[in-house]
């Protein structure tokens, strides 16, 4: 039957799937008595670093706070630049200032909207420490030319997985190809939580020590503290509840590629852009993003129709009001994607009625049938 709305998500169908074991785990949680870091929390961190490739996870309370402390525990803050996308959910900055850090926003690549290698180039100065990618909706932003520049100028690549758990490039997991990748578990993210959470994945054991002295007030043992930290611990029932959806990821990240594969055939012959994948990119469509000159009258015709959708993100974040203020060259392709994007909804519990009411909706705004 034909639905009547398509809603842009809905997390109470992947609950309904996992309730048994979801209960299972918080039962034994009940049993246990240990709330926050313990045993469920160093499974977790060892099968996260394990599935990107690397050795170490630092679980932390937010994807926010993976991003401040690997800042902070790399020594990167006052007088120091990061270079971060100016296209990107506002947190990556929000990050690079709480961290003491200066942002730098960089414009990103017509295609695949992630940070563009040369405009990273043209605003390396003599202050800058870092490079912040972010694997934008899902899709692994060009690390190989991002790392050469990493390498030629000594710094920092850290890379922004909140969107890409599980997304490859040339066989590689990202989060595994820079200094460190920082996870968020958002309800609404590929690997979502049950409240907030985030993960911070690095090969360098020396970082992974000063991510775990600095998300518990910066104690160095329980009664002795090393320098000032915070507090940024993940608990035991997110970890425990996290464990059961990573074992489904690989097979939910799949499940969206075929529902992309889907939109990407029908939707071909429109005047739309589409996020068709290069060789060797393994996108997991965290989010599906079409771009239109047409978007709000698109974005208005399918909420008629009762299809709902989201733009990610209606203003760049070198044009949010905190950072607009900043000099900085223009960022003219983050703007325009800004102008164009609109996301329509796909997540693994989507079904395929609901996805051919959204083609339907999509293809009669353009007239076609
Ligand atoms: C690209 C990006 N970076 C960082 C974050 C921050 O993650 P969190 O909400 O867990 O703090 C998000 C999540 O919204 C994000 O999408």
Redesign the pocket.
């Known amino acids: 039957m034909k639905p009547t709305r398509v809603p842009f998500l809905d997390l109470t169908r992947q609950d309904r799937e996992l309730r048994e074991e979801l209960c299972g785990a918080f039962n034994s949680f009940l049993r246990r008595g240990r709330h926050i870091l313990g045993p469920e929390v160093e499974s977790l961190e060892a099968e996260l670093a394990a599935f990107c490739g690397v050795e170490h996870g630092v679980g932390v309370?937010?994807?926010?706070?993976?991003?401040i402390l690997t800042l902070r525990a790399l020594g990167i803050g006052e007088g120091d630049e990061v270079i971060l996308p100016a296209f990107?959910?506002?947190?990556?900055a929000?990050?690079v200032t709480l961290s003491g850090a200066v942002p730098v926003f960089a414009d990103v690549d017509p295609h695949t909207l992630t940070l563009d290698p040369a405009s990273v180039e043209e605003r390396i100065t003599h202050r800058t420490r870092c490079l912040l990618p972010?694997?934008?909706y899902g899709r692994p932003a060009d690390m190989a030319a991002l790392g050469r520049l990493a390498r030629q100028h000594g710094l920092h690549l850290v890379e922004?997985c909140?969107?890409s758990h599980g997304a490859a490039l040339d066989g590689r997991i990202t989060g595994s190809f820079g200094t460190a990748g920082?996870?968020?578990?958002?309800p609404?993210?590929n690997l979502g939580a049950y409240g907030?959470?985030?993960m911070v994945v690095t090969s360098s054991g020396e970082l992974a020590q000063e991510l775990r002295c600095l998300r518990d007030y910066g104690r160095v043992d329980r009664d002795l503290l090393g320098k000032v930290g915070t507090n940024s611990r993940l608990d035991e029932l997110q970890a425990a509840l996290l464990r059961i959806k990573l074992r489904r990821l690989p097979e939910w990240n799949r499940r969206r590629r075929e529902l992309a594969r889907i939109y990407l055939d029908a939707l071909s012959d429109l005047p739309l852009g589409l996020p068709e994948c290069r060789e060797g990119e393994e996108h997991v469509y965290?989010i599906f993003a079409v771009t239109s000159e047409r978007r709000d009258e698109l974005r208005r015709h399918l909420e008629l129709e009762g299809v709902e959708t989201v733009v990610h993100y209606p203003l760049p974040v070198h044009l949010q009001p905190p950072f607009r203020s900043r000099p900085g060259p223009p960022c003219p392709v983050a703007e325009e994607a800004s102008r164009r994007v609109l996301s329509l909804p796909l997540y693994p519990h989507l079904t395929t009625e609901e996805q051919e009411t959204v083609i339907e909706a999509v293809r009669s705004f353009f007239g076609a049938s």
């Open positions: 309370a937010s994807g926010t706070d993976a991003l990107t959910a506002p947190p990556t929000v990050a972010v694997h934008l922004d909140a969107q920082c996870f968020s578990f958002y609404t993210k907030d959470g985030g965290h």
